[in-house]
């Protein structure tokens, strides 16, 4: 390995190390804030190596990995998101009952390790290896709080994932049978002939591998586990789930069809299409139905990817770009969401699992008025008003899906934010509706009896998001140079 | 820049008003704050008019081979705003702007005066929420950048749910989420129709830009122009409203606080106009031209369908919401005849109808304030109790159902007579809209100042706050009615050059696809 391969992985690397120096922490010193604050600090070096690393980009490492300004963009976005993620988990996890605290941030930081190598896999191994990582990482931090529902989450989750590893690891070995190779260069241009050709073997591959990245990222027929995990999951976990895993693996779906031109194949099209329209519907008409938040949110992270799909369709230039501001966008948008369910859960200790029902958010702005304009403002950027980076993002989108003529997936997408609006619209109202019926009056009054304090760490990083969602709402130029300088590798 | 602060200054005066009563302060203090806010930029505004000469011209429109009769924009600020997409931050003014933004603030004024006693509950977020959508209703009326357009217009929206949602009446989530889903969906055809006419001018000339100026006389296949006229169309009807998708806006008037009802049917109702005015017709001349007639006819049904459902009304603020979608069908009417009468008339009946029924809403407004019910079937006789509400009510049902004199006459009488010249047929019918309002509007009068009274109500009559508003109110309509040539004179340099821009752009299109022997279309003249 020369001199620049290792210090253009070196994010990888300090991510790996801080994990092994979290776990050491914690056999020496066991201590809930030092756990988390080693764990920032780790993830915070890792984020910073990654201009260390961009003069190098792009270099071939190994030949597993690829580190170019594409990998090191959603590497900075997954240790940020896991940063975000280690911040809301110390207020919430201070006032859980749980034995042990401190494995927590050892488990999220080996997941953001796993997050980090998908996003820069070029090969078969490294992207299992990745995938890997990261969701074993998830089978124990989703069952976390080992209450019965998180168990069950967990089980799921457990379940269902190892199933799609092996749809997952069958497809990747019936092309290797086939094409002689794991790299994705060498299959982009041979799968293609492939494909062309009808291959039987090569199609049901495809098809098994489809259903293994389907299932992370919960888009249509594979999208049933996510409202169960991310209720069972605790708030900060289901932040992660929603917006790393998610993310890194859709970096690498879209870094592998960067290559091929998914435009030559109609029936591969139609397919994602299908998909993407499924998607949008079921999240957003399931999401009508629901009563408890996490799972509103679940219902509209699917209907999220089904949009996202539409500029992952899209050709040109402007594709990447939207895909790289539409993740952005939310990643900052469904941390916050969570994020608001965790330090309010923090802030309610001990009278409920977590403050989740729809219910427990009459009067928000009388009680939390910042958190409730915090919580608005996330769910405008979910619903893509301007002001807000998810504004920016939904434009970016139907613009990509324009430059394309998509106009069947964008009169859905049209559609679909008006009924999305719906759903988000009943939770901002509930915040600000007070006197209801007496009995509403009652109960928004009196679960707060002793007003506790927003746990501070959470508390900044709500700031933090809100602040970068304004900013990337108002002047989003910022943001696009980054993505334009990092991408271009891609396009 | 000047332009700028426009939209800057309610919007900086929300922020202040919400922030005060965070911090503690009485609820007084953000009535101030908001009304000092508006004040400033109606001073503002009247200094642009005092610097407005019509000789100094509107509207600057560079197309190729067409001089236009008015040179250059009134004024214009533009800079770079998202380059990488080719979006700048672009306003301008000419006379329709001028006109509209000055009604913004005065109607702004009244919502702010007429929300005195009636808010109570969280001033400060109330008042933030009006600056607010204020704010955005300006910059739509200055926007020349269509992504920016979009932006305000989406803008608009939020605070104006938030109006509704927590300060409205009894049916307030079901009214506002009904709004809101309805312009949402509207506004989103619009985004897909912005984007396509953006993809197919950028194809053409390689210069990627949201610029209106710049979009004008894009060429493009008729039936492409037909679907992206249509998004935009959409959005707009949905706004303004006609027929078949009006059907939020009697729930959303009735609905929203009196503040509310007099921003959404003073002012919203005519960024919709507004919107067909600057953007559908000129950007689509040739598909607008086909698309006239069905245009008309629905402007036509919703003069009818609209005073019939006021006719049915019980509910006070209902039969006024109902109105509206009549007389903005005048407006549509208006607009899609096209000619420099029929234009001149739209312009007067947008200004007239936002005084007109403005008041109205205020007066609806009072009364609810005072014996908390809207039902019509449980007043009566109230002339005798409130003189002074009665005279006000019954001098704006007078303006409202077209009386000569007062400033609605002028705009219906305009608008009829420039459809007369398009069509015959949709004038002589539009027309008997005119007959319908008189009942309405006597009918009203009838059942809440006259006739038997129903129950004992107390009622107070007007106190000095509602009679400052009523009489700047009256005054303007009258003088609208008695002396609308200011008007007129400032909104004809920005109506020659819409027209003349699309006259150019029609006959370029024509040039084009001349080769076919295709009759030019002659519904628009």
New interface residues.
Partial sequence: MSYAEILSALPLILAAASSVAVMLVIAFYRNHGVAALATLAGLGVSFTSIFVAAPYAPENVTGLLVIDGYALFFMGLIFAGSFVVAMLAHGYLKIKPCAEREEFYLLLLLSATGAGVLAASAHFASFFLGLETMSVSLYALIPYLKSERAVEAGVKYLVLAAASSAFLLFGMALIYARLGTMGFSDIASAGMRAYMGKDPVFLGALALIAAGVGFKLAVAPFHMWTPDVYEGAPAPVSAYVATVSKGAVFALFLRYFARVDIHQSGSLMLAVAVISIGSMFIGNLLALLQDNVKRILAYSSIAHLGYLLVAFLAAGALRVTAVAYYLASYFITMLGAFGVISVLTAESAGEKGEMEDLEDYRGLAARH?AVAAVFSAML?SLAG???TAG?IGK??V??AG??SAL?TL??A???N??IG??YY??VI?KM??GAETPGGLQAAVAPSPAKVAIPIGGGLALAGLTLGLVWFGI???SL??II?SAVHSLM | MMLVWLIVVPFAGGVLAWSLSRAGGRDIASRWVSLIALVIDLFLVAGLWAGYSVRLGTGALSLPGVSLPYGKWFKEFKVPWIPQAGISFHLAMDGLSLLLVTLTLVLGVVSVAASWSEIKDRTGFFHFNLLWTLSGIIGVFLALDLFLFYFFWEMMLVPMYFLIAIWGHERKLYASVKFFIFTQLGGLFMLLSILGLFFIHGGQTGVYTFDYTALLGTAMPPATAFWLMLGFFIAFAVKLPAVPVHSWLPDAHTEAPTAGSVILAGLLLKTGAYGLLRFTVPLFPEASASFAPLAMALGVISILYGAFLAFGQTDLKRLVADTSISHMGFVLLGIYSWNRIALQGTVMQMLCHGISTGMLFVLAGAVQERIHTRDMRRMGRFWEKAPVMGGVGMLFALASLGLPGLGNFIGEFLVLLGAFMASRVMAVIASLGLIVSTVYALWMVQQVFHGEPREDWTLPDFHPREKGISAVMIVLIVWLGLYPQPVINAARPALENLRKVRAAVLMQQQEKGGAEGKGGPNELR
């Fill in positions: 008025p405008f008003i301007p002001l504004f434009f970016y139907i613009a324009a430059g106009w964008l009169i997408l049209a559609v934010s008006a609006l719906f619209v009943r109202v600000y509706s002047y989003p130029p696009l140079y334009r």
